[in-house]
């Protein structure tokens, strides 16, 4: 194990640890055997070792997303994902908090893969026209709404006591984001899956029929008709 992994693992043990969800760089260095200048020359500061660390630790849980085989339906890959990400949380609360800390100026590379991984699921649903927003804005939804319910949840355990609130979470913002049977859908409903449908596979198409400017264009118009006319 080189330097730089032994001072990760050394860090995320700590972390693991810490009752205040903070650890020291004395701590680190001692518990990794190196002197405090290593730290510096290796992450540049505190901040970047511990956006390394978050990285380190929420890898375990994207490689298992990654090594997931994906179900014939992708709402249950949608719904797996939510409920892992919120068992991760309560698993790793130090770790979690980290990840989404405002004052963490290095944003951690695993918040990206993991919105990206996000955003694969809601592209599936999308191409089977079960999508009634933009996959950018449904993968910002589930996001945010699954973030907020699991720091809720290893925050404030007095207030939100109970696990199942992350189901009903769950289940809400899934129907404010997906179309589930289009017979029953109004014709709102019906063309917002049609345009996030049509919106999820341009970049299927080959040879490619539009120029850049006629891409954009139509990625913008179709991006619109979600939120355009009355239900039904």
């Not at 649903?125 to 699991?150: F, I, Y």
């Not at 179309?179 to 341009?202: E, I």
Request: glycine share 4%.
């Amino acid at each position: 194990m080189d330097t730089r992994q032994a001072m990760i693992e050394a860090a995320a043990d700590l972390l693991a640890r810490s009752p205040s969800g903070d650890v020291s760089t004395r701590a680190v260095c001692e518990a990794a055997g190196v002197q405090q200048p290593v730290l510096y020359r290796l992450f540049g500061d505190k901040d970047g070792l511990l956006a390394a660390t978050v990285d380190h630790v929420w890898d375990q849980y994207l490689g298992a997303k990654r090594a997931a085989e994906k179900s014939v339906d992708p709402l249950e890959d949608l719904r797996a994902g939510w409920d892992s990400h919120t068992a991760f949380a309560l698993a790793h609360p130090n770790a979690y908090k980290l990840m989404f800390a405002p004052a963490l100026r290095s944003a951690p590379e695993a918040a990206r893969e993991a919105m990206r991984i996000l955003r694969e699921v809601l592209e599936r649903l999308a191409a089977q026209g079960r999508l009634r927003v933009p996959a950018d804005d449904a993968a910002r939804m589930v996001m945010s709404a699954n973030t907020g319910v699991a720091l809720a949840l290893i925050t404030r355990p007095a207030l939100y006591p109970d696990v199942g609130l992350s189901t009903l979470v769950r289940d809400a913002i899934h129907r404010a984001v997906l179309v589930d049977r289009v017979a029953d859908t109004s014709a709102r409903d019906a063309r917002a899956a049609a345009a996030s449908t049509l919106l999820a596979s341009l970049d299927e198409l080959t040879p490619d029929p539009f120029t850049s400017a006629e891409s954009a264009l139509l990625e913008q118009w179709l991006e619109r008709i979600p939120a355009a006319g009355p239900s039904d």
